[in-house]
């Protein structure tokens, strides 16, 4: 199947400081996600972006759908210690009619030192 | 909060039980889907219901049987389990566009943590 490589597997930061991670695929996606999840707790989506060379932001979050659309990346301006948790990219599979599946990377744990 | 609800939040069970995992959506969202995650791991897809007919099935055992009773009703029905499959069990749902495929962005619940002795 599908393999979403996502780097840095995991950083440790300062506060304040900014943080960037990316991911990458074998084959063109269609939708690239970014999700946070904290320890214990399912998922929470951030950026959904639908559109080759798209830059959408969120707050301090700020991501990019790839020209290529086999890559996107995300960016955290100012980290603050909330910020703590793994992210993961996922990208959407276009399958036949009713089968599309949503695919996720490998993951970057982040760490936030105060 | 979210507002897809899982129930129970943890489980532990013998390889003998049945149990059954519950989600609860009020979207209105029309794809289901169930996910397993192993520590440190990211959430690998089982299944996916769409207007509540089962779409996809990634080759998960029998063991593992789904039903989708209603919109807003997900089940996991759970029967002889082994010790590796203990996992963070994951509900979401999504909207449906054009023909029925379901959007890109899944909204999870927090999960149901399932221990096999």
């Known amino acids: 199947g599908q393999q979403l490589n996502q780097s840095p597997q995991s950083m440790f930061i300062q506060e304040g400081e900014d943080v960037s991670m990316n991911c990458t695929s074998s084959s063109i996606f269609n939708t690239w996600l970014w999700y946070k999840q904290d320890p214990g707790e399912g998922p929470v989506l951030l950026i959904a972006?639908?559109?080759?060379?798209e830059l959408t932001s969120n707050g301090r979050l700020t991501a990019q759908f790839g020209i290529t659309r086999k890559d996107s990346f995300l960016n955290i301006s100012a980290s603050i210690p909330s910020d703590v948790g793994i992210y993961f990219c996922?990208?959407?599979?276009?399958?036949?009619?009713?089968?599309?599946?949503?695919?996720f990377g490998t993951g970057t744990r982040l760490q936030v030192f105060p | 909060d979210t507002e897809v609800t899982q129930t129970p939040k943890h489980l532990v069970m013998g390889m003998t039980n049945k149990k059954s995992l519950k989600c609860e959506q009020h979207m209105g969202h029309r794809a289901m889907y169930w996910y397993k995650q192993k520590a440190k791991k990211p959430p690998e897809l089982m299944f996916v219901?769409?207007?509540?007919?089962?779409?996809i099935n990634e080759s998960v055992p029998s063991r593992f049987s789904p039903e989708c009773p209603n919109s807003s009703l997900l089940n996991l029905h759970l029967h002889a389990l082994q010790p590796e499959d203990s996992a963070l069990y994951l509900c979401?749902?999504?909207?449906?566009?054009?023909?029925?495929?379901?959007?890109?962005?899944?909204?999870f619940g927090e999960g149901s943590r399932l221990t096999v002795l």
């Open positions: 972006l639908y559109k080759a060379g």
């Open positions: 219901y769409s207007y509540e007919k089962l779409s």
């Open positions: 979401a749902s999504s909207q449906t566009v054009g023909r029925g495929g379901p959007t890109g962005e899944l909204f």
């Open positions: 996922a990208g959407r599979e276009r399958g036949t009619y009713n089968t599309d599946k949503l695919i």
